[in-house]
C-alpha cells in the first residue's frame, strides 16, 4: 500500500491538470480572422484533438456524409459536429483509393488528388490528401 499511495497521487496530480488544460482550451474558444492572401479566413478555436480548422476547403464522404475538414495538425479529420472519428463502415465504396472509378464515386482521396493536379497547373499550393478516405 505505501508503494502505491504516490503514484496514485502522481496520477490523481496529472489528471487535474489535464483536465484544467481541456477546459482552459474550450473557455478560450474565440473567433479570430486570419488573412492569407486575398482571402480572409474565420477560425474557430475549438477543444479537439486535431487544432483548428484552417482551410475552408471540405471533404464529404458519399459513403457516409460526413464532411471531413483539413486543421492545424496538417490532417484531415470530422468537421466539428461530424463526430471523432472518419467512419468507413465496412460495405464503403471510398476506401482511399485514387482510381478512375473512385473518381466517378467522388471519393474525397480521389477529388483530392484531382485538385491538387489543378493547383499544380495553376502554380498555387494545395493541401494534403493524406488521410482520406
Do not use: H
Not at 508503494?3 to 491538470?17: E, H, K, Q, V, Y
Not at 488544460?21 to 474558444?29: P, R
Not at 482510381?99 to 474525397?108: A, F, H, R, V, Y
Amino acid at each position: 500500500m505505501k508503494n502505491t499511495t504516490p503514484i496514485l497521487a502522481i496520477t490523481a496530480s496529472l489528471s487535474f491538470i489535464g483536465y484544467s488544460l481541456g477546459f482552459a482550451q474550450i473557455t478560450n474558444a474565440n473567433p479570430r480572422e486570419v488573412n492569407s492572401g486575398e482571402q480572409s479566413l474565420r477560425i474557430l478555436a475549438q477543444g479537439s484533438p486535431w487544432g483548428q480548422v484552417v482551410s475552408p476547403q471540405t471533404y464529404t464522404n458519399p459513403d457516409t456524409g460526413q464532411v471531413l475538414c483539413f486543421y492545424s495538425s496538417s490532417r484531415w479529420a470530422p468537421c466539428p459536429d461530424q463526430g471523432n472519428t472518419i467512419i468507413i463502415p465496412p460495405n464503403a465504396k471510398c476506401r482511399g483509393g485514387v482510381s478512375m472509378q473512385d473518381l466517378m464515386n467522388q471519393c474525397p482521396a480521389a477529388i483530392c488528388l484531382m485538385d491538387q493536379s489543378q493547383a499544380r497547373l495553376s502554380d498555387t499550393r494545395a493541401l494534403p490528401c493524406t488521410g482520406l478516405p
